[in-house]
């Protein structure tokens, strides 16, 4: 009977650890989970999930793709480099192809690398027709949130499995810059 009491407990709290873990995946504002196996310098990752930081680290603004008059989409950029620990840094667009809350494709790029004295690249990737769902677009000073999967692809697409994206984003609203 004590086993099977100390088998109940243990069974506890170990679900309550992973819900606990679950939910603190979830409370993330931004943030990126790449399928796929890659190492950036020594340290090798396997389906990670990076944490992006702050909605006030990244920016996003409307823009006008091609030669409308109206503003057809929205670019999301980091304020700054996202520090990843170990020296390792990620930087990452998403150029969505809309300028509504709804479904969307946008092109986007990540990068991530080891940041010694000088730049050393480490994964470099990219896509053109990655599915995004924009949630909210907040006015000046609020917030754009939404997210974001799809298959990105080293150059080219050369015969390379892809990696799968699969994200969120709550980032401040700017006013677009002069020149972008």
């Known amino acids: 009977m004590k086993k099977l009491i100390s088998f109940i407990a243990v069974l506890a709290f170990v679900s309550a650890l992973f819900v606990s873990c679950e939910k ?7 943030s990126v989970t790449i399928e796929g196996t890659f190492t950036i310098g020594e340290k090798t990752y396997t389906n990670p999930t990076f944490n992006l930081g702050e909605p006030e ?4 603004y409307l823009v006008n793709y091609g030669i409308a008059k109206e503003y057809n989409g929205i670019y999301i950029e980091h304020a700054e480099d996202v520090d990843l620990g170990d020296n390792i840094e990620l930087e990452y667009y998403l150029q969505i192809y809309s300028a509504q809350v709804g479904e969307s494709t ?22 053109n027709n990655a599915s995004v769902n924009v949630s909210k677009i907040g006015d000046v000073g609020g917030y754009i949130e939404g997210t974001y999967e799809g298959d990105f692809y080293y150059d080219k697409k050369s015969g390379e499995a892809p990696f799968y994206l699969k994200g969120k984003f709550k980032v401040k609203r700017i006013n677009a810059p002069e020149v972008y």
Not at 57 to 60: D, E, P, W, Y
Not at 106 to 127: A, H
């Open 24 to 30: 603190d995946e979830e409370t993330l504002s931004n």
């Open 57 to 60: 680290a990244h920016i996003g």
């Open 106 to 127: 946008m092109s986007s790029e990540f990068e991530i690398y080891l940041n010694l004295p000088v730049k050393e690249s480490g994964l470099y990737i990219y896509s």
